[in-house]
């Protein structure tokens, strides 16, 4: 069976958005360093699975309406025991939960964090 391993993203302040990763979810940084040809990375995440936070050197530019990229990341979507707890992490960190759901097969919001980068969250009964 395969599994997803990670997903790299680029962000503006990998050491600010490792900071509220692991204040909402609880992750932690299992490396960090030198990106292979320049710019900088940090791998938050657990044993299994992590998300690579990676700044290039130098200006970045922000793109279009990922939903109408081709190759665009939508969002990445995290899975939580307590769905009311999370949303008050959310709020504290003083990002706007959206598009609350409750449907097969569980409850759901989403958040747009500093970046501009769609998250879901979602508890599954």
Do not use: C
């Given at each position: 069976?395969?599994?997803?391993?990670?997903?790299?993203?680029?962000?503006?302040?990998?050491?600010?958005?490792?900071?509220?990763?692991?204040?909402?979810?609880?992750?932690?940084?299992?490396?960090e360093?030198?990106?292979?040809?320049?710019?900088?990375?940090?791998?938050?995440?657990?044993?299994?699975?992590?998300?690579?936070?990676?700044?290039?050197?130098?200006?970045?530019?922000?793109?279009?309406?990922?939903?109408?990229?081709?190759?665009?990341?939508?969002?990445?979507?995290?899975?939580?025991?307590?769905?009311?707890?999370?949303?008050?992490?959310?709020?504290?960190?003083?990002?706007v939960?959206?598009?609350?759901?409750?449907?097969?097969?569980?409850?759901?919001?989403?958040?747009?964090?500093?970046?501009?980068?769609?998250?879901?969250?979602?508890?599954?009964?």
């Open positions: 069976m395969a599994r997803l391993e990670h997903l790299n993203v680029t962000v503006s302040n990998p050491h600010a958005t490792a900071a509220w990763i692991n204040r909402i979810f609880g992750w932690n940084i299992r490396w360093g030198p990106g292979m040809e320049t710019g900088y990375s940090i791998h938050i995440g657990n044993d299994d699975t992590y998300i690579a936070l990676f700044r290039f050197e130098g200006d970045q530019s922000n793109t279009p309406d990922t939903y109408h990229t081709k190759g665009g990341l939508n969002h990445w979507a995290v899975v939580v025991d307590d769905l009311d707890e999370t949303e008050a992490k959310v709020k504290a960190e003083g990002f939960p959206k598009s609350h759901a409750d449907y097969e097969p569980g409850r759901r919001f989403y958040f747009y964090d500093g970046d501009g980068i769609e998250v879901e969250v979602v508890q599954y009964d």
